[in-house]
């Protein structure tokens, strides 16, 4: 079976064109122009729509984590669940809180402060 070839387009000036390189840029420019951003403003619609995460939830949310909140989340998880990408489990985290809870809390408070 014989492939289709596009014999003929029309570019932006109602200009029928039919050699390879000007068919290639007549379509070029259409999907340029079809998947470029357009400059519509959003704010009348986004006014609309009210916010669901509260200004006092929001600052709970990017407030830096304390000991306690760190303790309460590692003490709610399952002993046995999988391993962090340290290699250890909720377990061992939960077993020595005592011991290093201070260094835990520290690592986890970096942790989160440079974004790894």
């Known amino acids: 079976q014989r492939a289709k070839k596009i014999e003929k ?3 932006e000036e109602n200009i029928e064109v039919n050699t390879q390189p000007e068919i290639c840029e007549v379509a070029k420019n259409y999907f340029d122009q079809l998947f470029r951003a357009n400059n519509t ?3 009348p619609v986004l006014s ?3 916010p669901r995460v509260t200004q006092e939830d929001n600052d709970r ?3 830096p984590i304390t000991r306690e909140e ?3 989340a590692l003490f709610q998880m399952h002993p046995d669940k999988a391993p962090g990408p340290d290699g250890f489990n909720p377990a061992f985290y939960q077993h020595f ?3 290093y809870g201070n260094d835990i809390y ?3 408070k970096e942790w989160l402060e440079r974004g790894i």
């Open 97 to 99: 809180w005592e011991l």
């Open 9 to 11: 387009l029309v570019n």
């Open 61 to 63: 949310l990017v407030a």
């Open 106 to 108: 520290e690592a986890a």
């Open 70 to 72: 760190l303790k309460h």
């Open 48 to 50: 609309l729509i009210t």
């Open 41 to 43: 403003n959003h704010d």
